[in-house]
């Protein structure tokens, strides 16, 4: 990643880490690809893709499930899909700024909610970082 260090994801206002490892897909063919290729084993726990910007996304040749957040400008939750299968489109969000895609049962076990606010910070810069 960058000097910065790795990218977390934590849920400000349930106080909780969503993941310690953020990759973040902010050009054309990063946020068109996403996580195809990858296979559920290198998407574990932790781990997450923070799609920048985004208002929806697709599990097009994907063969796993995963846990996704729809992010406003501010970084609050407006929208959440659990276990959204392969080969599926989830829903478009206007109002969405970016897509947090998460393993599945990442949001049922943070009690993740609409409304809460996340936070993407770096372990050498812990202020939320301006994506």
Known sequence: ?????????VNRSRGVVLAED???ANT??????GL?????SAFRAGQALWIVPSRG???I???FP????YLDRARRVIHFEESVRPWRFAPIRVSAASVLELPTGTIRKSGTEI???????TANQPEELAA
């Open 66 to 69: 995963l846990d996704v957040l």
């Open 1 to 9: 990643m960058s000097s910065q260090g790795p990218i977390s994801a």
């Open 36 to 40: 195809i290729g990858t296979n559920e």
């Open 57 to 59: 996304v697709h599990t």
């Open 61 to 63: 040749a994907m063969g």
């Open 115 to 121: 409304g809460d606010e996340i936070d993407m910070a």
């Open 22 to 24: 953020v990759r973040i």
């Open 28 to 33: 054309h063919w990063t946020r068109l690809r």
